[in-house]
């Protein structure tokens, strides 16, 4: 959730002067470049809290100068979904080639660049990969085992852990052959959700597997965790 109970406590964040008042909210020194004449606007829709740069500062570059997340324009009493973490998927040459949220209560989204500093809320034109791409193929390379969980999350426990580990975008049942191209050569090991949903999706990666990777084993989480972050 946001850290900030109201509007007035998210505004302290800026000085009275020179405010200017607006409708729905105030004009505002931006902080992402040398302003001196108020040019953020800085109003409420809802419970979520709007950032709009008359420069041209997107809004991750204001969150960032404000030391804020994107989770962080939602009040805190508010039942509106929140952001919960952001998974980026890169190319081969390392950029983003599209992101996907994860919001509190438990929901996903996809969004990819746009060029301009904001984000377009789907994958239109865009071929999906597998998650954190460009290591793993450094470390198939190597000779390394790779992990396959089942969602980033899992995925981010693992490289805490100095595990080296990916997940398909979308979650379970949407693996595709493609991915498994991508392991090619790979000392993979599948860990199935403790779930019978899991162990399906587990079922369908190791099919698509077989006969691409050098070698391919499947490690049980054992109950009653759930995932490997359990």
Request: hydrophobic residues 35%; glycine residues 6%.
């Amino acid at each position: 959730m946001g850290r900030f109970k109201s509007f007035d406590q998210f505004l302290d964040l800026f000085p009275t002067k020179p405010r200017q008042k607006i409708k729905g909210g105030y004009n505002v020194l931006c902080p992402a470049h040398n302003d001196t004449n108020p040019s953020l606007s800085v109003s409420l829709n809802g419970n979520k809290i709007l950032l709009h740069c008359k420069a041209g500062c997107s809004t991750p570059q204001i969150l960032a100068k404000l030391n804020l997340t994107e989770s962080d324009l939602f009040l805190h009493d508010s039942q509106t979904p929140t952001i919960e973490a952001v998974y980026q998927y890169l190319d081969a040459n390392q950029e983003v080639l599209f992101e996907v949220v994860r919001y509190n209560p438990k929901a996903f989204k996809q969004r990819r660049p746009d060029g301009k500093g904001g984000y377009i809320w789907n994958l239109n034109g865009i071929k999906p990969t597998l998650y954190k791409l460009p290591l793993i193929l450094q470390d198939i390379a190597k000779n390394q085992t790779i992990f396959i969980v089942e969602g980033e999350k899992d995925a981010d426990t693992l490289w805490k852990l100095g595990v080296l580990a990916t997940t398909n975008p979308m979650g379970a049942g949407k693996w595709k052959p493609e991915y498994s191209e991508m392991l090619s050569g790979a000392n993979a090991v599948v860990i199935p959700h403790n779930d019978d949903e899991g162990r399906r999706h587990a079922i369908s990666v190791i099919d698509s597997l077989e006969g691409k990777v050098k070698s391919l084993a499947v490690l049980e989480i054992p109950p009653p965790a759930k995932d490997v972050t359990e």
